[in-house]
Nanobody, 123 residues
Framework: QVLLVASGGGLVQAGGSLRLSCAAS????????MGWFRRAPGQEREFVAA????????YYADSVKGRFTISRDNAKNTLFLQMNSLRPEDTAVYSC????????????????WGQGTQVTVSS
């Protein structure tokens, strides 16, 4: 059984930082891109960042470039999202995912989704 378990969300003031983790298990992800999406209340799901599990190629949404950093620990099968300089508009449920391709819209062909973790940024 493939599991992606996200954690690390919480409440933070604007300008603060949070680090999300996504523990992956149940299969090898060497042929996948792993990434993060977010969904704000009343909004559609938005791609945030992705990394190629094998070669480390990284992709970011324009809205988070320079503030968020995606990384992975292959040995521990864990994905991270370091979020700095947080803004109220970053408030959303953040979910990790494993997909087969990254295109102009971000991570796509998603085969596996993790549950979300709430990030709330107060002004």
């Amino acid at each position: 059984q493939v599991l992606l378990v996200a954690s690390g969300g919480g409440l933070v003031q604007a300008g603060g930082s949070l680090r999300l983790s996504c523990a992956a298990s149940g299969r090898s992800f060497s042929n996948y891109f792993m990434g993060w999406f977010r969904r704000a209340p009343g909004q559609e799901r938005e791609f945030v960042a992705a990394v190629n599990w094998s070669d480390g190629r990284i992709y970011y949404a324009d809205s988070v470039k320079g503030r968020f950093t995606i990384s992975r620990d292959n040995a521990k099968n864990t994905l991270f999202l370091q979020m700095n300089s947080l803004r109220p508009e970053d408030t959303a449920v953040y979910s990790c995912a494993a997909g087969g391709v990254v295109n102009s819209g971000g991570l796509a062909a998603v085969d596996y989704w993790g549950q979300g973790t709430q990030v709330t940024v107060s002004s």
